[in-house]
């Protein structure tokens, strides 16, 4: 099977690779893409070096797969130009994610909705796919009416400059910076860019692919944080349910959900931290408790490595779905 990653030496790239060799995807041929100043330049994978290729020369190679992870103009100007050669695009960007014709997609919820037309399939936003990894089950047996979410996020959710901006700023080192201000040592409450009405996109993200993914009837309102950790996103969260439920059903519950683990035992100290989920691919929830300052009110804490189950392993999980369904032949 031809594999094309287009972004290869970008931070989801690179762990797109990883994730590629530790599950033994089925990859004859790997076509890795990245920016002009790459081309020509060698990686190796499983002990094979390819050297790195245009975006024109991939399309040239038609790739059976191809993972973009780059910017949304990048994705929205070359993954029709793939499309048409029959290739199967899994896309990391925002470029496709509202697009309603085109399926946003974490295996575990909505998977069976893939069918053999959906050659450009999007990958949703990294703090949405742990936040409905958690909140589906539950949705599922006691209907969500409002989400309360607050996201902690890593430096690595900016890419590359941010994790130099903060590794440089701990060694006292201020240059260029990816962020309007330090990261180190601080919290900034600015994820993406503002819009007209005072929030950011990262926190409009939430709740569009909220509603896409999982029912337009949820209300969520939303508030992301940078933080300076170098891996992995936290989110605390208040859910209103429709109908009252059991703690100890909803414990199982989560427990029982395929990629969630449920990491609760406060009174020894343990609960979900971004240490915990680093280079890991499960959900982690904690601090499990009601709310009980309003009726069918819960509250937890999740976390997830945002470079893997938040992007490049769910996007490898989506193209295990596209060989399971026999869509593409190994």
Not at 91 to 116: F, Q, T, V, Y
Not at 210 to 224: C, D, G, V, W
Not at 315 to 330: C, G, T
Request: proline content about 5%.
């Amino acid at each position: 099977m031809k594999v094309a990653i287009i972004g290869v030496t970008g931070l989801v790239g690179e762990v797109i690779l990883k994730v590629l060799d530790e599950r033994n995807f089925p990859v004859s041929e790997l076509i890795p893409i990245a920016s002009d100043e790459s081309v020509g330049k060698e990686i190796v994978f499983k002990g094979t070096k390819y050297k790195i290729l245009s975006v024109t020369e991939a399309i040239d190679n038609k790739p059976d797969i191809a993972f973009f992870s780059t910017g949304s103009e990048i994705s929205l100007k070359y993954t029709p130009e793939f499309e048409k050669i029959g290739t199967f695009v899994i896309d990391n960007s925002s470029a496709w994610r509202m697009h309603p014709d085109k399926k946003l997609i974490i295996p575990e919820i909505n998977g069976n909705e893939l069918s053999s037309e959906d050659k450009i399939i999007a990958n949703p936003n990294c703090s949405t796919i742990q936040m409905l990894m958690v909140l589906y089950p539950l949705h599922k047996a006691y209907q969500i009416k409002r989400v309360v979410v607050s996201t902690y996020q890593s430096v690595t959710g900016t890419g590359k400059e941010a994790v130099e901006q903060l590794i440089n700023e701990r060694a006292n080192i201020y240059g260029k910076k990816a962020y309007p201000h330090i990261i180190d040592n601080n919290c900034i409450p600015h994820c993406d860019v503002f819009t007209k009405k005072g929030y950011t996109k990262e926190e409009d993200k939430l709740v569009n692919e909220t509603h896409k993914i999982l029912s337009r009837e949820i209300n969520l309102t939303a508030t992301a944080v940078r933080i300076p950790v170098l891996g992995g996103h936290s989110e605390a969260i208040n859910v209103e349910f429709i109908n009252d439920f059991d703690l100890g059903n909803v414990v199982k519950l989560l427990t029982d959900m395929p990629g969630v683990v449920v990491y609760d035992e406060p009174e020894n100290n343990i609960y979900p931290m971004p240490i915990v989920s680093q280079g890991k691919d499960t959900v982690f929830a904690g601090r499990i408790r009601r709310d009980f300052s309003q009726a069918n009110s819960l509250n937890l804490w999740i976390v997830a490595d945002n470079l893997r189950k938040g992007a490049a392993t769910n996007a490898v999980q989506i193209a295990e779905l596209l060989i399971d369904k026999k869509f593409v032949k190994k």
